[in-house]
């Protein structure tokens, strides 16, 4: 009987253990195919920036009309290698996106000459950037430069923080902290020292990394205590379970309780019949007198 329940046990855990590496590779294809649409749109936009350098006319062609760029000559006309005149969000994502790629202190006089622009006569974007949390500004050298949410620069840098950091570290976030960033994950996974699971909670929704304690690689359990874990019979109903735990001279976990609101009976009262209290058109009542009429005269 107890052999045939621990066979029961192991084989749970084996369904277990193969639905949890299915999860995991789903979550490494999905990982793969978003780096990849992100490796395309990069390319795509280096393209069109080239483009648009080596063919000034062309972007010229597309300009808005000359009234249009005199309504509107507090924002710039070009921005982000001769593309047309966009929205306040498209040219603030321009200049943040050029700052991720450099992942260095720029002078605004770079920044112009990236995009064809002038970002510090476009009092609505300063004024964005400043408020940005991923823009920072040195005034007094004045300089701008990317600060991601995570800081660091490498990979030794990267598995410190990851070893370190006392909240969930999302692959997502740790990627914005330099441009070879994605290269360093993967080489860090590859030598065990970091594994990454797949989380669909909504405040987290992405791959969460987790460090690798070193002290556990090679680690080998004594058999014997493998097959009294296997060979443990832990009840399912939670009653049971806690007198077992008491029977073992153990004290149960408390469980977090839920509260609930619970909706108070509420007596249905009976509604009260509306009265009267003005009429108009008091001088027609007498119409109501007597049956309906049938015609109309």
């Excluded at 770079?110 to 006569?121: C, F, H, K, M, P």
């Excluded at 969930?168 to 994950?185: H, N, S």
């Amino acid at each position: 009987m107890q052999g045939s329940a621990s066979i029961n046990v192991l084989e749970n855990f084996r369904k277990r253990q193969v639905q949890a590496s299915q999860l995991k590779d789903d979550a490494a294809k999905d990982r793969e195919a978003k780096l990849a649409r992100q490796r395309e749109m990069k390319a795509r936009r280096r393209e069109s920036e080239a483009k648009s350098r080596t063919h000034p006319a062309e972007s010229n062609s597309s300009a808005p009309s000359t009234s249009t760029a005199q309504a509107s000559t507090s924002i710039p006309a070009d921005l982000y290698g001769g593309a047309p005149q966009g929205p306040l969000g498209l040219r603030q994502k321009a200049v943040v996106d050029y700052l991720q790629k450099e992942a260095a202190l720029c002078t605004i006089a770079q920044v112009n000459a990236a995009l064809n622009t002038r970002i510090e006569d476009d009092a609505a974007l300063m004024r964005e950037l400043r408020r940005n949390e991923k823009v920072g500004f040195d005034d007094v050298e004045g300089r701008i430069f990317y600060q991601p949410e995570i800081n660091v620069k490498n990979k030794a840098a990267m598995l410190q923080k990851i070893q370190v950091c006392d909240k969930p570290v999302l692959l997502q976030t740790i990627l914005e902290a330099y441009p070879k960033a994605d290269q360093d994950v993967q080489a860090l996974k590859a030598e065990g020292k970091i594994i990454g699971f797949q989380s669909f909670e909504a405040e987290i929704n992405g791959e969460v990394l987790f460090p690798i304690d070193q002290r556990l690689v090679g680690f080998r359990v004594d058999a014997a205590l493998v097959d009294l874990w296997h060979q443990t019979e832990v009840p399912e109903a939670e009653d049971d379970l806690i007198a077992a735990v008491q029977a073992a001279g153990l004290k149960p976990a408390p469980r977090k309780a839920v509260r609930r609101r619970e909706k108070a009976d509420r007596k249905k009262k009976a509604r009260k019949q509306a009265k009267l209290r003005s009429v108009t058109n008091v001088h027609l009542m007498h119409l109501l007198d007597g049956d309906a009429p049938v015609t109309i005269d």
